[in-house]
């Protein structure tokens, strides 16, 4: 046989215990022995993340995504661009959140026929053919609790008897014929903030990452603009395919026909040259003696440049040392666990409170006879502040035009940590 | 010895099992009654059972189960009604066709049935399940229904022909000439549906068939931006190579102003004026890609993305190169997997060009909690950006990464460190001395690589050792790992000539410890032993014997071996042969230097983003990047001559040149316009010309002036007094209704523009109503409707019935004469007349257009005047809006379409007015039945020959003298028919096209002169229409007046 057949042959789906409990082939049945190759870097791999994106064997390259603790593994014959595939493979992955709500295990194989559909739409002859979810939706029903009663009692189907007709028009994110009684456009502007904190407090690097996520349902075909007040902040941006690039190119201005429901609208990079404010800071104080069997862990939080917002939600988590073998500790808010085995420490604080910060103090107990550990835990932090994008991104107003009706409109703004790590 | 690379990140090894990849399958079988359960299920005459038995197999299937015994129980029902159910039956019939042939070809009609099918998604469907069966046997079907799909109206159908080209070129290479033929065909689509999967069955299929790109190459850097993503990847790969092959290198003069004048190059205006002063000028076609590229630098789709950035990379002048980086480094902000592949590209930009990353070197500040191989690839560009003005805060960053709890990840960190020490002088001696301290550190791993650095680093800078070297042996007492004591061992002997007080010393303490040493640590003191005696004997030669008779009861016979076979070497006596002599040549040898140098250093072999580059070994069918040619090849292949497309005789050559440089003026948005523009603008001119073939009328000079006009449309606008000319007409005729956008004659230039305009801001429902009275206008018409046909394609508006390959075209002659519908005597005052249009109909694609001209000779108005519902025969009407009122001596005209089924039976319909009814019937000529086509003189041909026997009426006449100029004969013959000119390459053969209206069967006409007589042949299916046509063409061509 030929060499030729390209992009994506099969894909298996293995779970963390490493079963394949799911295949699907696009051309002819490839074996699911070929696993094995992946399942041995599987075991070389000391962290589940660390098994290498693209493994090579005899007569195929095994591409895997991790995601939700599931391995998507596409079998590949010959080259192809390794992004096209991983590419790919998310999409999946992103499409079966959105049908089913998570994308777990039990959830892919309680919606097996669901997924087969799905599989099937979104690859002919291993090549993507529909990835949009506005398009997949109208060719398959997403499972619904009520539907799935209703189909097993009647017998009727998850099949779209319509035949998609976004497939085929000059705008194929969305569907068509929508209607609404309530129409709504929600945009949420979600900022996180990636950044480097060493030993003293000061910033090594910090970037802002954003995205605005929309919400929309509008009938009919909505053209939607949105405009900002200060649209220099943004210095690098990713667009939805529905967004007029040439309109933003000239106006920086959003205009676009939205996709029907959630989407991605924009992402974007906040130029370098913009100092990052950094809404948190810890003092801590770890140490370990040379001798001794104890060290000394301390940990305090407190908000810095927060503009006035409360700092919410906030998760401190720490990989310890492997010679550590028990911390005790009191936290003067929030609850802490530690984890003995992995050795990870979390500690949910909750909101800082100004007025009584937060802090985890206590002692480590460290093997005896294990040597003084050489370097300090990394302290990872998680947060959130509502009502607030943290680079002072505003959006100016949004209009709609091409239908009649008023719709409501709704703008959220939200800052995250990403990244964001403090060295001690 | 200490060649130990600790450094796991082996991706690249081969695994070693052996078990073979094809090996048996598992074919766990389901259980016996189980499976009669399903066929029971699946037999029943409930619906819902055959469903839930389908959902059940679907589910064994995605387990791996075999359930190919249920095949002749599935295939039953792939023609159910149900939609589910036939898709899990595709779904089964694609996975088991394989090992059941015979019995997959029981469903093989099913489909060619759906083939046939009205709804484009079900014909597309049909072809998609059909073509994954890998039936050998069904090759010649597949065949025939790829060529018949890739002929269809539905762009989406011809998506789906161009994947089956791939599957059908798996099953049987042997048919790669009839396949390429049908890519050939496909490139030329102009639907953006269609071009990603077309290119990917060329790159499939015909890689190497660079030439069939040629004349579709500007088509594609257009359209790429409204490609779909995946499609966008495809193209952009493939149009990286084709550009490698057909351009001259834009790096040649770039050494000079390389990297420090990069600011003068920014501005994109300047620096093409600088580059038209240098010798080498971009083919504007390059340019053309680069810039058509460069938006999907923002693309969501990170495989877009990296394709845009190899083929900047690949392509672009290496000034214009920094656009990419910003791109590149968002996304690593994506999954971990894309961070992977990302960050190996990276690695191998930053080897040859460090500037264009190192702004963002900050990106690359590996975090504790990225995988391994993500922050070994980080570190590898971290220290590949490593210059002397940026090496400490890189050095400071390391230092962090050094005590990393990964350890892999720290001695990676430590060889990173010996790199920068090699590279950049400045630093050295710091990083030397820093890792001199990480030989105390308690892992093994970081010392034996600290070790192994320092060892490496010493090497090649033989002159300054002997500080270092005293420096680790003043440590050596606090060091506990066994490998970094040997690893010192090593070098005091290897330098023991630097070193001629400590190192004795050494050996003498070693000697006291020998007995408890690890074994590598004895070998290493065996070895320096050895060394030692041989430089400095005077001192040694006791320790050395006493070491030599510990290791010679040693109880690892490693040890023994090494002590003995040193010893004959060192210690002459007589059975020591001629060795001896040369003992100090043997173990003194210069060890040549390591090389530190990236592991990506020769990765840009491959092209950059390719699953080659990332494993840094040829995957199958990977497609090598040429070099640059040093002499361009031929440019005006890519030139396309739009006037073709329309069917005219090949003219006016040199307006390609001209068109070429119009193709390339500043902004994108223009420059589609033009293209619209000048694609119209050559069927314009082209049937301007015959219709000035057809008479020397005023009218028709006037109008090829506004043609040749229109083509240097820039430049030269139309006289204002045409224009005038126009606008008058315009409202004349002008009809106003609020929901219908009604665009009659405009000059084409602005109809083109508002055209744009309209389906740029994305209104879905365009109606256009087109109507012509007067011949004058043809042109305008041409124009439009060939920009209607394009703006269809390139918008996938389906709804515009344009055959592809039998490209419709426009009339070539439109009859003025009326035809009498109701006279004002029977009609109470209200007369009617009707004539052809010609045009294809809005209103049906099945539909003859027809006009109708209402006049009211009465003295009252006349009111509400509408056609019946009720038709006394059972054509289809489109019926024209009612008329509420029509003033005395007023006249209206109205369009409306009838559906005539390809018959000559007359439309029978009441006309009605408020008060009156009339029985009115309108009875088409044949030749109104017809819509004109063109397609080639080879297509014609061939067209012809399948349409024989039966379905090929002829007859001869004589023909009178003064028809017999090729004028009066085409004149002749498309008053009477409607139908298309197809040019002729024979003097005295005339040849037509058409199509009947409803079925769109084919109606091609000859006339072959041979004096005096002519031959008439008509070949169509439609026997009945032919001979009628026939009998009028007679007529028409042997009366001496029309």
Known sequence: ?424 | MLGMSANSVSYNEQGSVESGVDAAQENSSIPGSFSSDLKEMLESNKESLKLEAMKRIVGLIAKGKNASELFPAVVKNVASKNIELKKLVYVYLVRYAEEQQDLALLSISTFQRALKDPNQLIRASALRVLSSIRVPIIVPIMMLAIKEAATDLSPYVRKTAAHAIQKLYSLDPDQKEHLIEVIEKLLKDKSTLVAGSVVMAFEEVCPDRIDLIHKNYRKLCNLLVDVEEWGQVVIIHMLTRYARTQFVSPWREDAMFDENNEKAFYDSEEERKVEQTKPYIMDPDHRLLLRNTKPLLQSRNTAVVMAVSQLYWHLAPKHELSIITKSLVRLLRSHREVQYVVLQNIATMSIQRKGMFEPFMKSFYVRSTDATHIKTLKLEILTNLANEANISTILREFQTYVKSQDKAFAAATIQAIGRCATNISEVTDTCLNGLVLLLSNRDETVVAESVVVIKKLLQTQPSQHSDIIKHMAKLFDNITVPMARASILWLMGEYCEHVPKIAPDVLRKMAKTFTNEEDIVKLQIVNLAAKLYLTNSKQTKLLTQYILNLGKYDQNYDIRDRTRFIRQLIVPNEKSGALSKYARRILMAPKPAPVLQSAFKDRDRFQLGTLSHTLNSQASGYLELSDWPAVAPDQSVRNVEVVKEAGAPALRKSKTAKSNEKFYSDSEEEEEEEEEGSSSEGSSSSSSEESVSESESEENSDDSNKSSSSQSEKSSSESDSEKKKKTLKNKKLQQQKPDILIITYLPPQIMQKTLLLIIMTKYILIHIVLSISTQFFVNCMCSLLHLCVFLACQFDVVSWHVHVSLQASSPVFVPETSHELLHRMTGKGLSAQYRFTRQPCIYGNSMVSLQLTLSNSSDQALENIHISEKSSTGQNIHRFNAIERLEPQASVTVSMGVDFNDSTQAANFQLCTKEDEFSVSIQPAVGELLLPITMSEADFTKEQGKLMGMNESSATITMTPENVSSQSVNRKVVSVANIGVIPSSQENIYRFAGKTVSSGSLVLVSVALKDPDAVITINTEKTVIGSMLLRQFKTALTNSCP
């Open chain 1, 1 to 424: 046989m030929l060499a030729a057949a390209k992009m994506i042959h099969s894909l298996f789906l293995v779970n963390a215990s490493g079963d394949i409990f799911l295949e699907k082939h696009w051309k002819s049945v490839v074996s699911r022995s070929v696993c094995d190759y992946f399942f041995e870097a599987l075991e070389r791999a000391t962290e589940p993340e660390n098994v290498p994106p693209v493994i090579p064997t005899p007569h195929h390259f095994l591409i895997n995504v991790l995601r939700h603790r599931i391995y998507f593994v596409a079998v590949i014959q010959s080259e192809v661009p390794p992004l096209f595939v991983i590419e790919f493979l998310h999409r999946v992955v992103d499409t079966f959140q959105d049908y089913f709500g998570v994308c777990s295990e039990a959830a892919i194989k309680d919606n097996v026929v669901v997924v087969y559909e799905l599989l099937e739409e979104m690859l002919d002859n291993g090549f993507p053919l529909a990835t949009e979810s506005n398009i997949l939706k109208e060719l398959i029903k997403p499972p619904t609790i009520l539907r799935t009663v209703v189909n097993t009692i009647t017998g009727s189907t998850n099949v779209g008897e319509q035949l998609p007709t976004g497939q085929l028009s000059v705008v194929p994110w969305r569907r068509t014929g929508v209607k609404y009684t309530n129409n709504e456009a929600y945009f949420d502007v979600v900022e996180e903030i990636d950044a480097i904190i060493d030993k003293s407090g000061s910033t090594i690097t910090a970037e802002i990452q954003g995205v605005i996520d929309a919400c929309v349902k509008l009938t009919g075909m909505p053209d939607l603009t949105l405009s900002f007040m200060n649209p220099r902040l943004l210095d690098d941006v990713s667009f939805h395919p529905c967004v007029r690039f040439k309109r933003w190119e000239a106006e920086r201005i959003l205009s676009f026909i939205p996709p029907d429901g959630n989407f991605r609208l924009l992402s974007y990079h906040v130029s370098s040259q913009n100092l990052v404010a950094i809404p948190v800071y810890v003092k801590h104080n770890i140490s370990f003696r040379e001798g001794s069997s104890q060290g000394r862990f301390e940990l305090t939080l407190g908000p810095k440049q927060t503009m006035g917002k409360a700092v919410e939600s906030v998760l401190v988590s720490s990989q310890l040392p492997r010679g550590v073998l028990n911390a005790n500790l009191s936290p003067s808010q929030g609850t802490y666990t530690f984890d003995p085995v992995t050795k990870l420490l979390s500690w949910d604080v909750g909101k800082i409170n100004p007025q009584k910060l937060p802090s985890l103090k206590g002692s480590v107990s460290l093997q005896t006879g294990a040597s003084k550990p050489d370097e300090n835990p990394t302290i990872n932090i998680q947060f959130k502040i509502q009502q607030l994008a943290i680079s002072g991104l505003k959006v100016n107003r949004l209009d709609m035009y091409g239908e009649k009706y008023k719709p409501f409109k709704g703008i959220k703004y939200m800052t995250k940590a990403g990244k964001f790590q403090v060295r001690t």
